[in-house]
């Protein structure tokens, strides 16, 4: 129930602040790449626990098809009793300057006795508000790890050079 208020306070807010976003654009200095970390909160699915989750990802904004796509490198550490680290390829889509699709196909470590690798696929959202020098973005995700499905609600923070 409380993911499910969380997750609808988070579509509200990437709609409504959709006219504050545009207003914004034409300050907007395009940038070939992006540097970000993203602090969030991780529901797994599978175990039905809440756990802290951190990342990183760099991505190179193609100059093709007016900047559509992009290409860059993620990883991710999920904290639990055995941590998990993902390290993926990063695939964004920006329909606009500031909301990005991204899949993120890669590997999964789990932390336990013996390390165990998983092939691992995130799918994710995001939507961004400049602030002079760097940008906060709310981002949600879910991952599909085998037999493992976790959702992530967090702030991306990042900057462009």
């Not at 193609?62 to 559509?68: C, E, S």
């Not at 991204?102 to 690798?117: L, N, T, Y």
Request: hydrophobic share 50%; net charge negative; charged share 20%.
């Amino acid at each position: 129930m409380k993911f499910s208020i969380v997750l609808c306070l988070f579509f509200a807010s990437v709609f409504n602040f959709n006219v504050y976003g545009q207003v914004l654009d034409h300050e907007h200095e395009e940038h070939k790449h992006h540097l970000g970390f993203l602090l969030g909160s991780v529901y797994n699915i599978t175990e039905e626990k809440y756990m802290l989750g951190l990342g990183f990802e760099y991505e190179y904004v193609l100059p093709l098809l007016d900047r559509l796509f992009g290409i860059g490198f993620a990883s991710e550490v999920v904290f639990d009793e055995h941590k998990h680290y993902v390290v993926s390829l990063l695939i964004p889509i920006h329909p606009t300057r500031e909301l990005t699709l991204f899949v993120a196909p890669g590997i999964m470590f789990i932390d336990k006795e013996e390390i165990e690798r998983r092939f691992a696929i995130h799918f994710g959202i995001e939507y961004e508000f400049d602030l002079e020098k760097i940008f906060l973005a709310p981002e949600f995700e879910i991952a599909f790890a085998e037999d493992d499905i976790h959702i992530m609600l967090g702030i991306h923070i990042g900057f462009g050079f």
